[in-house]
């Protein structure tokens, strides 16, 4: 059964409630299906979206365009009518969990980022922010949105990835038989990464409602974990639960394939300057 706007947020407020969670989107923001739904299906593919610029938005819709499931638009930046259109729900949310440098030694953060130079030399770049748990809480969202509307098997990908149609289908099937698929990060070792992976709501749920605030977030372990990362977080729960997890290799995609598009990370020249500025100062 699918439920209507109203009956919709009463769910997920509820739920909510139960969970201890104290923050719910106003009713405004989730935005009904303007596109024919199959029924009969009982997955969804959820895309993970932050398009602030024209690019991002362009990438956006790249991503969107690459999905023939059914499909929803989840964003803590308001999204634009046009991209509504090319999907068959949007989830918009105007609070931002995203952690400022200002806000770092507060959470007791320390993030940042670090190039090894041909002569050997490693120069650190503060970053500006932290955004998992602002992700966490996108990837609750959609979630608890998903579920409202009947689905109970779910494939989440970053608006920066473009996956296959076939990648989707096989995950799908192979849920028939695990509860999660996930993929190994380019650059932690034994790691999942959590710009795509697809698994059951339920499942999934356990985790990404396992914690109520920043404050747990950040100062509280996962298995004895500490770190603000949520790919770690995300790996070191599911790892330590008696489930069946695939876990395939990002490098196995197929060539067609477009990952992490949009790299967080700093480009060379900011890491060129830091370390002239280190010259400079002596240290």
């Known amino acids: ?37 199959n029924d009969w299906d009982n997955s969804i593919v959820v895309v993970l979206s932050h398009a602030n610029t024209e ?93 409202g509307i009947g689905k109970e098997k779910i494939h989440i990908i970053n608006y920066d990835y473009i996956i296959p149609s076939e990648i989707i289908e096989k995950n799908n099937y192979e849920l028939l038989h695990n509860e999660l698929i996930c993929y190994d990060t380019e650059f932690l070792t034994d790691t999942y990464t959590t710009g795509i992976f697809s698994g059951k709501i339920d499942t999934l749920l356990s985790f990404f409602t396992l914690i109520k605030d920043r404050t747990q977030y950040y100062k509280s372990s996962i298995y004895g974990v500490y770190s603000t990362t949520l790919e770690e977080k995300f790996t070191a729960f599911f790892k330590n639960q008696n489930i069946k997890i695939k876990c395939n290799k990002i490098k196995d995609m197929p060539e067609n394939a477009l990952i992490d598009m949009e790299k967080n990370f700093p480009s060379i020249e900011i890491f060129i300057q830091e370390k002239n500025k280190k010259k400079e100062y002596g240290k």
């Open 1 to 37: 059964m699918i439920l209507n706007p109203d009956e919709l947020y009463k769910k997920i407020k509820e739920y909510n409630e139960s969970l201890k969670i104290k923050e719910i989107d106003p009713i405004e923001n989730y935005i009904v299906s303007t596109k024919e739904i």
């Open 55 to 147: 690019r991002r938005k362009e990438i956006l819709k790249g991503c969107i365009k690459s999905i023939e499931k059914e499909k929803v638009v989840v964003s803590n930046y308001p999204i634009d009518p046009d991209i509504q259109n090319m999907c068959n729900w949007s989830v918009y949310t105007n609070k931002n969990e995203i952690l400022l440098q200002k806000d770092f030694q507060k959470y007791n953060v320390n993030y940042s980022y670090h190039w090894v130079f041909d002569d050997g030399e490693i120069v650190y770049v503060p970053a500006e922010y932290e955004h998992g748990y602002a992700v966490y809480c996108l990837i609750r969202r959609a979630l608890l949105f998903c579920k």
